[in-house]
C-alpha cells in the first residue's frame, strides 16, 4: 500500500513500501527527487551539494565458490552479492573475494542486477530488494554524519546516518575499498 507520502516522493513504489514496512514513514518527506538522472555518484554528489564520499553506492556483485553463499544455487551461477560503498571510491574485487572465502568475482551484470534488487543501475537503493541478499558495508561510510543513496530511481536520493542504513540494509562492516598507491 502506498501513501500518499510515499506517491508524492517521487520514490520508486517497491522502495516507498520497503519505507513503510521498516517504520520508516518519516523519510519520504527528506527524498530530493531531480529533474535529471543522478546515475553516478558524482552527479549526485554535485545535485545535492556533498562531497562526494558521502554517497552511499549499491553496487551488486557475482559470487562463485564461496561456501558462505552457494546453498541452493545452481551449479555454475554467479551469486548476487550487494557492497555498499562511498561514492569517492571504489571497490576492490579480490579483497570481496577474499571476505567471501570465493573462488571468482566480477560485477553483475545489468540483467542481474535488475531481477536481484528490482531496480535499474543507477538507482538501486541499499535496502529494499526483490530478493535477499548477502550485503558488505565498507567502513569508509561510518566516516560521515549523513550518507545519501538511491531512492530507487536515477532520480532521487534520500538521506539517512550511515549506522542506521547499515542497519536496514542488513549489512556485514568489511573493509573492501581499493587501497591507494
Known amino acids: 500500500m502506498t501513501t500518499t507520502a510515499a506517491a508524492g516522493s517521487g ?12 517504520g520508516l514513514g518519516e523519510l519520504h518527506a527528506r527524498i530530493r527527487r531531480f529533474p535529471d538522472a543522478t546515475r553516478t555518484a ?27 553463499l552457494e546453498r541452493g544455487r545452481e551449479l555454475g551461477e554467479g551469486v548476487p552479492v550487494l557492497v555498499l560503498m562511498d561514492g569517492a571510491s571504489r571497490v576492490d574485487v579480490e579483497r570481496v573475494r577474499e571476505e567471501l572465502g570465493a573462488g571468482k568475482v566480477t560485477r553483475a551484470g545489468a540483467d542481474v542486477v535488475r531481477e536481484t534488487t528490482g531496480y535499474a543501475i543507477g538507482g538501486v537503493p541499499p535496502f529494499g ?16 554524519d549523513t550518507v545519501w543513496a538511491a531512492a530507487g ?8 546516518d550511515p549506522k ?9 562492516l568489511v573493509d573492501v575499498r581499493e587501497q591507494s598507491a
Open 42 to 68: 558524482a552527479e549526485a554528489a554535485a545535485a545535492i551539494g556533498c562531497e562526494l564520499s558521502q554517497i552511499c553506492k549499491s553496487l551488486v556483485f557475482a559470487v562463485w565458490g564461496s561456501p558462505l
Open 164 to 172: 542506521t542504513l547499515i542497519a536496514h540494509a542488513g549489512g556485514t
Open 11 to 22: 520514490a520508486h513504489p517497491r522502495f516507498a513500501e520497503a519505507l513503510e514496512e521498516l
Open 129 to 144: 530488494h526483490r530478493t535477499k541478499t548477502r550485503v558488505l558495508a565498507d567502513r569508509s561510510l561510518l566516516g560521515h
Open 153 to 160: 530511481t536515477p532520480h532521487t536520493v534520500f538521506p539517512m
